[in-house]
């Protein structure tokens, strides 16, 4: 694997990929996430193809940044909301993942965003924060913020995760 660049100076030194689905079973959520932070995973696809990624990890919670592009756009020339939207289900989901013990799994049911602020090029890096608001056995739920650097509120979501046993995944 060959070291790819996400965004300018955000670099994935073991290029793209997936987490090994047999490590899903050595490790809790929040090690597995860590371990992409540490560079001992490489980055998901999904970070090259939209520009953003995982920066920080604790318990409940999961912190991306991202940098806006041309390869965004909408028609109009705004960042299409499908960029905002990714980028706030993957904290969602991440800040999720980091209460999921060995041999969980997990998927988003439903998320809802508001777009409160227009996203262009020129907004620069962006700081997206996902935080668990509650977890049950089966379903969790969490919230986000995306903040440019002023930390002016650009976005924000709710997202329902379903969790379920991580052998009820698809075989690769």
Not at 42 to 50: D, E, G
Not at 55 to 63: D, L, P, T
Not at 136 to 141: D, E, I, N
Not at 163 to 171: V, Y
Request: charged share 20%.
């Amino acid at each position: 694997m060959s070291e790819v660049e996400l965004y300018p100076g955000r670099l994935s030194p073991l290029g793209l990929g997936t987490i090994p689905h047999g490590d899903i079973l050595k490790y809790t959520g929040l090690e597995l996430l860590q371990r992409i932070i540490d560079n001992e995973y490489p980055a998901p696809p999904i970070s090259f193809q939209l520009n953003f990624d995982l920066i920080e990890v604790s318990e409940g919670r999961a912190v991306f940044h991202g940098m806006p592009s041309e390869r965004h756009l909408n028609p109009l020339g705004g960042v299409h909301g499908g960029w905002a939207a990714t980028l706030l289900d993957s904290a969602l989901a991440c800040a999720v993942q980091t209460l999921l013990v060995r041999g969980e799994a997990y998927t988003t049911a439903e998320f809802k965003v508001n777009l409160t602020r227009p996203i262009t090029p020129k907004t620069g890096e962006v700081v997206c924060e996902g935080k668990v608001v509650h977890k049950g056995r089966t379903l969790a739920v969490s919230e986000a913020t995306l903040k440019d650097a002023n930390g002016k509120l650009l976005a924000f979501g709710t997202e329902t995760c379903s969790i379920f046993p991580a052998a009820n995944l698809a075989a690769r």
